[in-house]
C-alpha cells in the first residue's frame, strides 16, 4: 500500500496509484468539528486522519488588500478593492516573505506530517491583483493604464518567488496556487489580455516552483487553458461543473495534466449522503481509469457544507476509488 504521500504525487504525474487519491486545501472547522463530535478545532493531521485525507495543508498566501466582510453562514469574502489609483501603491505593505518566525512554523509544520502530502498554498499574483483592484477598477485600469495593472501583478509574483526560494528546500512535497482569473462562462478577460499581461507575469513566478505544483481558478478557462498550461503545473483544480466539463478535458488533456475537483460544492450544501456517495462514484468511474485524477471539491469545503454529506464523500472515495478501477 502507498503512503498518502506517494498516492498523491504518482497521481500527479498522470499514473495510477494504490487508490484514487483525496485530496482538500481549505476546510471549514465547524464542518469537520461535527464530524468529529468535538468543540475544538482539528489540526491539520486530526482532519486528515478523520477521514483519510492524503494532504495536510499550510498557508503561505500574500494579503489582499481589500475590504473583506462575513457573510449569514459564516463565509468570508472580499468587496471593494483598495488599490485604485498609483497613489494607492504604498497600501501594498506585504509581511517579509522571508520571516525567520514564518519559516520556522512552516520546517516545524513539514517536520511533523508524517506520511502526508505536504501542500503549500500560494498565489502567483492574478488573484491578489485583481482583488486588490475589484473588478470595475482592473477593467478601467486595462483602458486607462495597463502598466499599473502590471505593477500589482509583479509585485505579487515578485513576493512569491521570494517565498520560493525557502519553501522548494523545507521538505513541501507540492505547491497549490490559488488564483481565480475566471467567471462560469469565461475569462475575466480576453485571451489577448491574458497573453500580454498576465502569462508573462505568471510565468515568471510559477519558474520559480520546483516542486510539483497545481492552478487553481474557479470558472471557464477553456478559452486560456492552451496558453494557461504551458505554465508547466502538474494540475488543475477545481474543474468547476457548471463552468466546465471534465469528461472532455480528461479526453483532450489527460495525458498533459493531472484533473482535481469537480464534486460539486452545491451539492455538498443541499444534496443527500446518498447522492453524493452516487456522485463520487460516477467521477472516479468515468475520469479515474489510467490515473491522473484527484477527488476533491469543485472548490473548497465551505462553513455551509453539510457534515454528513462531506463525510460520505470521503468515504466514497474508499469505497470506489482502489485501482484497478471496476464500476
Same mark, same amino acid.
Given at each position: 500500500?502507498?503512503?498518502?504521500?506517494?498516492?498523491?504525487?504518482? #497521481?500527479?504525474?498522470?499514473?495510477?496509484?494504490?487508490?484514487?487519491?483525496?485530496?482538500?486545501?481549505?476546510?471549514?472547522?465547524?464542518?469537520?468539528?461535527?464530524?468529529?463530535?468535538?468543540?475544538?478545532?482539528? !489540526?491539520?493531521?486530526?482532519?486528515?486522519?478523520?477521514?483519510?485525507?492524503?494532504?495536510?495543508?499550510?498557508?503561505?498566501?500574500?494579503?489582499?488588500?481589500?475590504? $473583506?466582510?462575513?457573510?449569514?453562514?459564516?463565509?468570508?469574502?472580499? !468587496?471593494?478593492?483598495?488599490?485604485?489609483?498609483?497613489?494607492?501603491?504604498?497600501?501594498?505593505?506585504?509581511?517579509?516573505? $522571508?520571516?525567520?518566525?514564518?519559516? *520556522?512554523?512552516?520546517?516545524?509544520?513539514?517536520?511533523? $506530517?508524517?506520511?502526508? *502530502?505536504?501542500? #503549500?498554498?500560494?498565489?502567483?499574483? #492574478?488573484?491578489?491583483?485583481?482583488?486588490?483592484?475589484?473588478?470595475?477598477?482592473?477593467?478601467?485600469?486595462?483602458?486607462?493604464?495597463?502598466?499599473?495593472?502590471?505593477?500589482?501583478?509583479?509585485?505579487?509574483?515578485?513576493? !512569491?518567488?521570494?517565498?520560493?526560494?525557502?519553501?522548494?528546500?523545507?521538505?513541501?512535497?507540492?505547491?497549490?496556487?490559488?488564483?481565480?482569473?475566471?467567471?462560469?462562462? *469565461?475569462?475575466?478577460?480576453?485571451?489577448?489580455?491574458?497573453?500580454?499581461?498576465?502569462?508573462?507575469?505568471?510565468?515568471? *513566478?510559477?519558474? !520559480?516552483?520546483?516542486?510539483?505544483?497545481?492552478?487553481?481558478?474557479?470558472?471557464?478557462?477553456?478559452?486560456?487553458?492552451?496558453?494557461?498550461?504551458?505554465?508547466?503545473?502538474?494540475?488543475?483544480?477545481?474543474?468547476?461543473?457548471?463552468?466546465?466539463?471534465?469528461?472532455?478535458?480528461?479526453?483532450?488533456?489527460?495525458?498533459?495534466?493531472?484533473?482535481?475537483?469537480?464534486?460539486?460544492?452545491?451539492?455538498?450544501?443541499?444534496?443527500?449522503?446518498?447522492?453524493?456517495?452516487?456522485?463520487?462514484?460516477?467521477?472516479?468511474?468515468?475520469? #479515474?481509469?489510467?490515473?491522473?485524477?484527484?477527488?476533491?471539491?469543485?472548490?473548497?469545503?465551505?462553513?455551509?457544507? $453539510?457534515?454528513?454529506?462531506?463525510?460520505?464523500?470521503?468515504?466514497?472515495?474508499?469505497?470506489?476509488?482502489?485501482?484497478?478501477?471496476?464500476?
Amino acid at each position: 500500500m502507498m503512503t498518502s504521500r506517494e498516492r498523491v504525487l504518482t #497521481a500527479l504525474k498522470g499514473k495510477e496509484a494504490d487508490r484514487v487519491p483525496f485530496c482538500e486545501q481549505s476546510i471549514a472547522q465547524n464542518v469537520v468539528m461535527s464530524i468529529a463530535g468535538r468543540d475544538k478545532e482539528l !489540526t491539520q493531521k486530526e482532519i486528515s486522519k478523520l477521514l483519510k485525507r492524503d494532504n495536510v495543508a499550510f498557508d503561505l498566501t500574500p494579503p489582499i488588500f481589500a475590504r $473583506k466582510e462575513i457573510s449569514d453562514d459564516g463565509q468570508s469574502y472580499y !468587496t471593494e478593492g483598495l488599490i485604485k489609483t498609483r497613489d494607492d501603491l504604498k497600501l501594498m505593505k506585504f509581511p517579509d516573505p $522571508k520571516d525567520k518566525e514564518l519559516i *520556522a512554523r512552516a520546517k516545524e509544520f513539514v517536520k511533523g $506530517k508524517e506520511d502526508y *502530502a505536504a501542500a #503549500a498554498s500560494v498565489r502567483l499574483g #492574478a488573484a491578489g491583483m485583481l482583488n486588490s483592484m475589484g473588478v470595475d477598477n482592473f477593467c478601467m485600469a486595462l483602458a486607462d493604464d495597463p502598466s499599473l495593472v502590471s505593477e500589482i501583478l509583479e509585485k505579487y509574483a515578485e513576493w !512569491t518567488m521570494s517565498l520560493m526560494e525557502w519553501v522548494n528546500e523545507i521538505g513541501f512535497d507540492l505547491v497549490w496556487s490559488f488564483d481565480d482569473i475566471a467567471f462560469r462562462t *469565461a475569462p475575466l478577460f480576453s485571451p489577448e489580455v491574458f497573453r500580454e499581461i498576465f502569462l508573462p507575469v505568471l510565468r515568471k *513566478a510559477s519558474s !520559480t516552483i520546483k516542486l510539483p505544483w497545481i492552478y487553481h481558478s474557479d470558472g471557464n478557462l477553456m478559452p486560456i487553458l492552451d496558453d494557461l498550461l504551458t505554465l508547466g503545473m502538474s494540475g488543475l483544480h477545481p474543474v468547476e461543473p457548471e463552468a466546465m466539463d471534465i469528461e472532455k478535458l480528461k479526453l483532450d488533456y489527460g495525458r498533459r495534466i493531472c484533473l482535481l475537483g469537480n464534486i460539486n460544492v452545491h451539492h455538498l450544501a443541499t444534496r443527500s449522503p446518498e447522492e453524493i456517495d452516487e456522485e463520487v462514484k460516477e467521477r472516479i468511474s468515468c475520469i #479515474a481509469l489510467g490515473g491522473g485524477y484527484i477527488v476533491s471539491s469543485s472548490n473548497s469545503i465551505p462553513s455551509y457544507a $453539510k457534515p454528513e454529506n462531506f463525510l460520505a464523500m470521503a468515504k466514497a472515495i474508499q469505497k470506489y476509488g482502489k485501482y484497478p478501477i471496476h464500476l
